[in-house]
């Protein structure tokens, strides 16, 4: 009887000091991983951004299935013959970033060039993803350089100042345009030039849109300072290669920066290297340059900079649907993958239009772009002067 009552006791004590051990230890575990968690380098550290790229070998359905888990409304966007993939599957993907059933996961870092058409498309304003795609350029030099005729008589409608009908005016400039690719022209204002790797021009190019977008803004009480900068003779000035244009334009960014404290947006104007057809929005006739978001995502600013151009984004496609052709994302080899966007949390770069539109449809663009931006910015300055 003694016996059996003393190896209860011994088995309870026995469990009790096992639950203690657990119980110590996984608090150890547990204090451990807050202490690492708090105490690691903000570069190591979780984020938004970090998640993304973990959970970018995964399709759009196969996240909204896992978030379906937790939340049923997810599961309402899934199709009904959608097939749930295997476990192993996903954690494959997610963990060497290759998804199985597209070949350009396992290509992209092999074949040379291949990552110029691994830009991510965020938001897509268009239902093709040919339409959406981006094309960097990048002809000699030499070639951007040569003296060619241009022929471009602007409708009286866009000349002269526009008067601020909005009241108050902005006392300082607050936006900062600039173009680092300032040559980029187009084909229906060079005779005689059919080859897109050589629409470019001294002074009938894409600082044109820029003016005359600072022109718009005005109107709606923004002040805005435009950069008339030649990069393209400062490159060669310094005999450095097209590649380092965003090198030469950073000088000056920083420079304005260091003169007009007060400047709040940054933006970067280009034409894109795509055909009309897609770049183009036609609207009962009327002929508009599609607008495109590129969004360096190796600068620091990358979140922030992404948040604001799909606000804009939205924006667009509300006032003028179709205008805007999307926000993509680009990094790696090959590609710039800061854009100066890391000089502010504010800064964009716009694809305008493309080698084969003309001025008035871009200037048409800028009209439509330069208001939903100014509604955006006096909103936002509401709100802090709310604050």
Known sequence: ?????????????????????????????????????????????????????????????????????????????????????????????????????EPRSFLGREIPGFPYFGQRFVIGGSNHIRDIQMVESSPPLEEIMEDRKAIFVEDEKYQGEEDSDTTPLTEENVVFIYNTHNRESYLPHLPNVTEPNHAYHES??????????????????????????????????????????????????????????????VFDIHRDSLPKKKTTLDVDGELFGKILFIIGAENSNYEKNLSLATKLHERLQKKQPG?????????????????????????????????????????????????????????????????
């Open 1 to 101: 009887m003694l016996r059996r009552k003393y190896t209860r006791i011994k088995h309870n004590i026995r469990a009790l000091y096992q639950t203690s051990t657990i119980y110590l230890v996984s608090f150890a575990i547990v204090f451990v991983c807050i202490t690492l968690l708090t105490t690691i380098q903000p570069a190591y550290r979780l984020s938004s951004h970090t998640i993304t790229e973990w959970t970018s070998g995964l399709d759009s359905e196969t996240l909204l299935y896992l978030i379906g888990q937790e939340n049923r409304l997810y599961q309402r966007a899934i199709d009904d013959d959608y097939t749930i993939p295997k476990f192993s599957s996903i954690i494959f993907g997610m963990i060497i970033n290759i998804t199985p059933n």
């Open 323 to 387: 205008i805007s052709r999307g926000v993509i994302t680009k990094k790696g080899a090959g590609v710039n993958g800061i854009y100066n966007q890391d000089v502010m949390d504010t800064a964009l770069l716009f694809e305008i239009g493309g080698y084969e539109n003309t001025l008035e449809e871009l200037y048409r663009t800028v009209e439509v772009l330069a208001d939903i931006f100014s509604d955006y910015y006096w909103e936002a300055e509401k709100v802090f002067l709310n604050e």
């Open 204 to 265: 009938v190019n894409v600082s044109k849109v820029s003016e005359y977008f600072a022109k718009v803004l005005r109107k709606h009480g923004i002040q805005s300072l435009v950069d008339t900068t030649d990069f393209t003779n400062m490159l060669h000035k310094k005999n450095w290669k097209y590649h380092q244009s965003y090198d030469a334009s950073r000088e000056v960014v920083q420079e304005v920066f260091k003169a007009e404290e007060n400047i709040a947006y």
